[in-house]
């Protein structure tokens, strides 16, 4: 295909409630969108930096930069680009794997678009439908979590996440055991707010029977994750560290984890969270499928990213509504727990384009 416009496209939108995470407060989502029009046709990507450097070094006004100042000028300046040509072609640019993944999708969406093939089918999907959890912000009372946590398994989500700091999470991971019993999928996320000294708390929340522990240490701290691997029963399970299916193949050898968070953004996009999916599934890891706060448009590729074989989780592919009042897109419904996986071309749905004007605070269109 060649390369016509990029426009990257800055939206703001309010989520339904605050999401606190051991990093900090979001109370909305500053979406940097990619539309690519191609003389094929057109696509769509979502960026998942965040607005801070918090959860990953990337932020939103930094992948916009790098995106304009590095990324599209050397795709403008390729003869040709495919989305396997997109990684090799930006490959001297170093990190930026957020920003990367954003256009990849993009121009992915466009040439399946043009060829009338789901992201679904292209990534090798054996499902139709996938099971689907939640992620629980930090709460300000333990009863305000059990309450949040009680409608949301009212709505069907088949798994928990809690997200826990130091100081909130025996007790918290303790109350929700309680209250819904032995059966209720439960597992917790760190963001990395743990190091060796406080490491003997998530010791003593290896009696709650929890499906795993995630990104307790440091990204950069591997050693770390491999000693609590072997202090404990619980699966450690690994988000910020893996960027890659190289660092997932290490982290596993090192016996650093023993599932791990697949997250396109995270790992420079689609294709290469196909290549950490198969290594895992080679290694003998299930991984299951994260999730960034998305809209509609991520939402939808990371919904048929999760419905490859060797994720064996449910992921945190929420409907809409548990994070927006109105939805980019068509909305996606939870269905007993599940959300149907896109059929149509490319990632199988489109943003609207009133809703899309009325959330768009900026637009910069990019041109050969
Ligand atoms: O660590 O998984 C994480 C949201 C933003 C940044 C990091 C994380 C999260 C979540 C929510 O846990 C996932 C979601 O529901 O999209
Ligand atoms: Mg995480």
Known sequence: MKLKTVELRRIALPLVRPFRTSFGVQTRRDVLLIHVVTDEGEGWGECVALTDPFYSSEYVEGAHAILRDYLIPRLFAAPEVTATSVAPLLGDVLGHRMAKAAIETAILDAELRAHDISFASYLGAVRTEVEC????????????????????VKEGYLRIKLKIEPGWDVEPVRAVRESFGPDLRLQVDANSAYDAATSVQLEALDEFSLLLIEQPFAEDDLHQHTVLSQRI??????????????????????????????????????????????????????????????????RAANVALAALPNFRYPGDTSASDRYYEEDITEPFVLRDGKLPVPTGPGMGVQPRPDVLQALTTSVETIQS
Do not use: F
């Not at 790992?267 to 960034?292: F, S, T």
């Open 133 to 152: 959890g939640v992620s629980v912000g930090i709460a300000a009372s333990i009863d305000q979590l059990l309450e949040e946590v009680a409608s949301y």
């Open 233 to 298: 029963r619980t699966a450690v399970c690994l988000d910020e560290s893996i960027t890659s299916a190289r660092v997932a193949a290490d982290a596993i050898r090192r016996g650093a984890c023993s599932v791990i968070n697949v997250k396109a953004g995270r790992m420079g996009g689609y294709l290469e969270a196909v290549r950490v999916h198969d290594v895992c599934d080679a290694l003998g890891i299930p991984v299951w499928c994260g999730g960034m706060l998305e809209t509609g448009i991520g």
